[in-house]
């Protein structure tokens, strides 16, 4: 078939994945045939271009459209219908249907009732997301790391008590495994002696280390090595194989 040009994606931790387009239009994977199926958008809705996506399981599909400020929800009978129109410019959805979304000062509320939104935190933040309702995590617009715990915003410290190494994203499942995208466009993610790499951009690991993002230099050293090894295993068992698109 076609070849689209994803420009987001998400995925829920029941399985089911998401996808925007270039143009804003959303898709759904089929993971037994193997191919992208265009969402329902309904009636009038056949030029809404979204920006944001997000799924928290099969019934629980949120968007929004930036430019107008618009938070949807997707329904299988009428498609993309308006849940709040002038304000919204981020959301996410946790596998057990809680969703989060961002004001257009970065507030976040979360959704408490049908229609109704309680604020969760006076402090900005640059993105937002949901596993569950007892795992919520954010970016700060200073690009500090915080999680909602106890109905408040904790910061998560790198070593030594310093503040995390700026952060741009973040990412989290239902079991509460964490990603973090970094400033510098590294990669990483939540593990018991904190934040360890998982993809490196560019940048030196004593660099990070030195940031605060991680706890110890042999960890991540570790976890470079795991990580080029299942690199090579991948790249082994894909040698000779003509991949399918």
Known sequence: GNMLTLESVSMSSDGVLVTLDVHGKAYIYNFEERYFVPLFAGKGNEALDLDIISVGNQGSIWAVDVDSKTLYQHTEAEG???REKGIAV???????GTVVALNDAGKPYILTAPGKWDKIGDKPMLSIAVGSKEHIWAVTKDNRLVSYVNDAWTELKGAGDKPAAACKDVAVNAAGTVFVLASDDDVYHKGEDGFIITAPATKAFTADIAKGLVD?????AQENENVAKVGQKAGK???GKKAAV
């Open 216 to 220: 110890n230099e042999s960890s991540v």
């Open 237 to 239: 068992k894909a040698a």
């Open 80 to 82: 993309w219908i308006v």
């Open 90 to 96: 981020n959301v996410a959805v946790g596998v057990d």
